[in-house]
């Protein structure tokens, strides 16, 4: 099962853009890279996901190595409301396990 | 839209009961995955179903099971309660089967407390 590497907490100031890393040197060429947040108790929410090229959405942006083999999560300007556990996980087109790892925990500071 | 629904949001059993949680996709996804989340072991995948059939499995021992209707609300069961098994059972839903570009929409868990 494909496995991704993460940070266990990160800190960053409030306003200030925050990059998150993800490794996932085992990733197969139809990998997809997925993001989720985990704010305090709630359910995870979708962040973000690529293939190949950089993404952009409304919530962040996602940066793929042009190896594959690692990715990083921008949010531009942090906000308190940002502060979660954010969980990288790759999902192929075939029926394998589903593996979220323990996250990063962002912590914002005001 | 409404979100995934899960009932019930807290529960409290004692070992060697059963229990059953139930979940409500949202309308129109016909994939449901339940996750447990225990704060040493993290999210963990336990099974996926789609259109009625499991697709996908975790590694959990047969005590968990779970199973999905034709309006593809889902329901897991874990029996023989250990104290364990106490955490938060998390419910997705996708479009389709988790695969690939499709992402997943959790409902807010129900927590088992085993006592």
């Known amino acids: 099962d494909a496995k991704t590497t993460q940070p266990n907490s990160m800190e960053s100031n409030e306003e200030e853009p925050v990059h998150l890393p993800c490794n996932h040197s085992?990733?197969?060429?139809?990998?997809?890279i997925h993001w989720y947040r985990q704010l305090p108790s709630q359910g995870p929410e979708y962040v973000i996901h690529?293939?190949?090229s950089n993404v952009n959405n409304r919530m962040a942006s996602l940066a793929i190595a042009e190896d594959r083999k690692s990715s990083t999560l921008i949010l531009h300007r942090a906000t308190l409301r940002d502060a979660a556990v954010y969980y990288c996980?790759?999902?192929?087109?075939?029926?394998?396990?589903?593996?979220f790892g323990k996250g990063t925990r962002l912590h914002i500071l005001p | 839209k409404a979100g995934v629904t899960q009932t019930p949001r807290y529960l409290i059993k004692t070992r060697g009961q059963q229990v059953t949680l139930s979940c409500s996709p949202i309308?129109?996804?016909?994939?449901v995955s339940w996750y447990q989340q225990t704060p040493g072991q993290g999210l963990q995948f336990l099974f996926e179903?789609?259109?009625?059939?499991?697709?996908n499995k975790g590694n959990f021992p047969g005590r968990f099971s779970g199973r999905q209707f034709s309006n593809s609300r889902s329901e897991m069961n874990v029996s023989t309660l250990e104290l364990g098994d106490s955490a938060l059972y998390l419910c997705?839903?996708?479009?389709?089967?988790?695969?690939?570009?499709?992402?997943?929409?959790f409902g807010p868990g129900t927590r088992l407390l085993v006592l």
């Open positions: 997705a839903s996708s479009r389709l089967n988790y695969r690939g570009q499709e992402t997943q929409y």
């Open positions: 085992t990733i197969s060429g139809t990998d997809y």
């Open positions: 690529g293939l190949t």
């Open positions: 996980i790759l999902k192929g087109n075939r029926d394998d396990k589903i593996i």
């Open positions: 309308s129109g996804h016909r994939s």
């Open positions: 179903y789609f259109s009625e059939t499991q697709r």
